[in-house]
């Protein structure tokens, strides 16, 4: 069964930073990999998806990378806005589709 | 522009049934591509895909969950349903409607949420 880790669960930064989190894969999914991000209170939010593509006005401070087995969500130039909680997923259903654990990004 | 809409009791009793109505606007749940589909979150907690209907009404569910879940939809109102049985407190969460946008084979992920409803299992 596929498994997706999230590294790290909470990551502590500043307005301003660049920060990198990391989804790995249990085994390889090419590139079907997709970011939210999601803010208190409120439904997740597609950011990227396969991958490396932007979703339309998604600030292109964010970006993805990775394939097979690794895959990165990069923010540079955090802005207040972007202090939420982030997931990876895996969306073709192979028994299941699957999601990371999230990272918290909090202002430091 | 697309929108869903959870509806339903927000308090169950344990080893009852868990019934939830996902109503969609701008677009319709026969269309070609999409996949509705139903996750929840645990308080604190993280994402957890419990299954989808298909543009054709074809289902899949998390097989963790396959014993107990049923998502059915009824395309004249255009809304699609779940329900899941033999509740206990593990179940209670806050249940999203999404649709997943598929594409020969490929999934683009959930590109439209509804916004959430809590559902809370007791006594």
């Known amino acids: 069964d596929l498994q997706l880790t999230q590294s790290p669960s909470f990551l502590s930064a500043s307005v301003g930073d660049r920060v990198t989190i990391t989804c790995r894969a249990s085994?390889?999914?090419?590139?079907?990999v997709t970011w939210y991000q999601q803010k208190p209170g409120t439904a997740p939010k597609r950011l990227i998806y396969l991958a490396s593509t932007l979703q339309n006005g998604v600030p292109s401070r964010f970006s993805g990378s990775g394939s097979g087995t690794e895959f990165t969500l990069t923010i540079n130039n955090l802005q207040p806005e972007d202090f939420a909680t982030y997931y990876c997923q895996q969306p073709n259903n192979h028994p299941r589709i699957a999601f990371g654990g999230g990272t918290k990004v909090e202002i430091k | 522009q697309v929108q869903l809409q959870e509806s339903g009791p927000g308090l169950v009793k344990p080893s009852q049934s868990l019934s939830l109505m996902c109503s969609v606007s701008g677009a319709s749940i026969s269309s070609a591509n999409f996949y509705w589909s139903w996750v929840r979150q645990h308080p604190g907690g993280g994402l957890e895909w419990i299954g989808y209907?298909?543009?054709?009404?074809?289902?899949y569910y998390n097989p963790s969950l396959k014993s107990r879940v049923s998502i059915s939809r009824n395309e004249s109102k255009n809304q699609f349903s779940l329900t899941l049985n033999a509740v206990a407190a593990a179940d209670s969460a806050v249940y999203y409607c999404a649709r997943l946008q598929v594409v020969d084979s490929t999934s683009y992920g959930m590109d439209v949420w509804g916004q959430g409803t809590t559902v809370t299992v007791s006594s």
């Open positions: 209907i298909s543009f054709r009404g074809t289902t």
């Open positions: 085994q390889g999914i090419g590139s079907h």
